[in-house]
Each structure stands twice: as structure tokens, then as C-alpha cells.
């Protein structure tokens, strides 16, 4: 080691080097002269290199500006090399670079330093979380039958007495001379009867749902078809929408005060099913029958032909069936309905179509057998619909009032179909 090199190894003395201003081989960007800062400097320690300990902080902190990597040979090569982090880019870049199990320790909790956990303690906490057990949903008792995976099971066991056939024919033959005599009154003979119809076959549906649990606003639903009806046969069927928004807004309105054991939303369901079915869809028929609507007794003939070709269609369907049915057409909803009988009772449709319509003003035989056709299809849909719905409440008739024929919805539910059909027909053929 030569002379020149022992003064690489003297304590520093703490002194700055100062540079001047007008020396050309000296270049100072952004710093100010030595000289001129050396009041402010603060004095370095000579043993630990740094700022005496009584001197104000600088707010200055170490930065690492390389990362050398670890000898291959070195124990400690996996261990990353230090790195500084400014932004949060630094931070994202080497977040896998650290583990938090490496501050784990084999301590008790209360050694811990603020930096450390215990390893085991977490784990004991996950084993406490995943084996308590969740307590189960539970929801309020409510009156009505429990959920079933086929609603149909145990259903339609509840019997009524055995139907004759003389009798059906004889109470079909007294009620189809009253209907015609009361039409031949005029349209409001006629609308009071469709009122009064409709109320006792909305009933018998009422009565249905209350005899399974279901809790319906029954006095609801009778006014609200009731208005419906008047409504449609003074001011057409635009009051359709605003009475059915009305009956909505009217059933929550019904519920308010129930009791807790009551199931709302099945009350207000059951409601509104038999408003619309038996409401919304008879009350084509009181459409059709206001001379406000169709003038010249037209509609009131249009409604006429529409019960005769449900008639048509139910007689032909029940004595052929009986004569012929083998193959039935939905066993599964109603057994007693056969694939003969449908024909059969297509066949009588669009014989009345053809020769019983037209002897009444205005059809013709081609109205009365386009009409035919369309009702042939529909009338034996709303009788399987009526099937289905006495099948889901386990009933076999809904009423008893009419003798061989059952409740009065057992009769009008093909009509119900019929006449919103009617309607349609009378706009498609430009009938008037």
C-alpha cells in the first residue's frame, strides 16, 4: 500500500470541498455554491457517518438504487435482495416476493410483537368457522298446503254424486229455453243474466280455493267482476285495463290487516285468477250484447251464436263420447273425455254453424262455419283448463246448482273461452 493510498483510509474530517463558479472544468446544474451553503450543512458524525444526533432531521432516507443477484453457491440465494418501492407499481410488481407466514411464530399471543401472529390461532379460527353449524331459513307458518314436487299428488280424490243423463238433458233442455227467452228481452235482460252468471260461477271459484287453505278476497273479486261487467257494456273495453289496475292495486290494499298465519301473495294470486278468468273473459259477452258497442242487436245475435256453438260442441263431445270414446284425450287431466267425443262434438259445432246460425239475422252459412271452426278449437280448451284447475284443488265439481251439470263454472267454461274468440272473429270477418 503506497502513501497515496493511506489517505483512502483516514477518518473523514467532515469538511466540503468547495467548487467554484468560474472554474471551467467544474460543471453544478441545480445545487448551490459550497461556500455559500456551508452555514447549513449540518456536521457529520465521524465515527457512525452520519448527522450529529442534536441536529435537525433532513427528512432524507437511504434509497437502493441496484439489486445484485445472490451467488448461485450462497445458502441465503433464494432470499430476495432488497428492494426499493416508491409507487404502487413497485409494490404490485414484488408482492409475491413476500410471504406473510414468514412473521408467524411459535409464541403465546400475548408475546407477540406488534409484527408477528401466530399461525396456529388462524388456523383454530377456520376450523371454529367451517364446523359451527348455520342455523336453517326458517319461514313463518303459513294456511295453505305444503309444497309438493307434483302439485297433482293426492289431489282429486273428493267425489260428487254420479251424474244421469236424463237428468243432465232435462236441465239442459229448461236452462236453454230460459237463456233464449230472457235474450229475446234485449240486451239489458240479457246483460243482467251474463252479471248474474258471472257472479255464480266466480263464486263457486272462490269456494274452490277456500276449500284448500287459499284465503281469496272473495267480496273483492265479486264487486270488481261485477264493475267490470257495467263498465264494459256502458264504456267498451278500454275500462278492462283500468278496472283490472284498480283490483290490483285494491287487493294489497284488502291484505293489509291480515293476520300473520294468512299467506298474501296466494290470497292475492287466487284473486286475481278468478277476476281475470271469469271477469275479463266473460265480459266479451257484455261487450258484444251493449247496443253502445254494436248496434242493430248484432252483437246480441253474435253472443247467441256463440253460446249455441258452445252447446253444440259440449253435447256433441258428451253423447258421442259415451257412445263411442275409447281413446281418452287427456287422461292425465280429465280420463272421461275422449278422443271421439272431440270429434263428435266438432262435427255438431259445424252443423249448427252451417244450418242453425244462418236463421238468424245478419249470419250467413259461411260466417256461421268460419266461426264454427274457430270456436271447435277453443271451447274444448276451456273445458280441459277448467279440468285442470278442479284436478290441482282435488275437487270434481266446483258447484252443485245445476242438477246433472254440477256448479254453473262447469258450464260456462268453454263459453268463457268462446266469446273472447267470438269477439275476434266478428273484427277478422268485419262482421257488424
Known sequence: MTSDDSDLFDAPTGEVPVASASDPRVTITGADIAAEAADVISSVDPETLLPHWTDAPTGQVPIVVAREAADAVDPWANIPAPAWREGEADWVAHEEQFDASLLAVEKDADDLRPWEFASESTAADEEVLDE???????????????????????????????????????????LAAAVLFIFSLGALATAVLVLVVLTLAAGEVFAGFRSVGAHPATI????????????????GLGAVGVVTALMVMFSFVWYLNAEAMIDVVDGVGATLFAFAWVGVLGSFALYMISPHNIGHRHGLAYTVGAVLLTVANDSGALFIGRWLGKRPLNARLSPNKTIEGSVGGTILTLLVGVVVLPQIHPWTATHGLECAIALAVVVPMGDLFESMFKRTLGVKDLGHLLPGHGGMIDRVDGLLFALPTMYFMTHLLSLS
Do not use: C, F
Not at 220 to 235: A, D, F, M, P, R
Open 132 to 174: 359451527s353449524p348455520r342455523p336453517e331459513p326458517t319461514r313463518a307458518l303459513r294456511t295453505r298446503r305444503p309444497h309438493r314436487a307434483n302439485p297433482l299428488e293426492g289431489r282429486a280424490v273428493r267425489q260428487s254424486p254420479s251424474r244421469s243423463v236424463s237428468v243432465a238433458t232435462l236441465t239442459g233442455v229448461v
Open 220 to 235: 273483492l273479486g265479486l264487486v270488481g267482476i261485477v264493475t267490470l261487467g257495467v263498465s264494459v257494456y256502458e264504456k
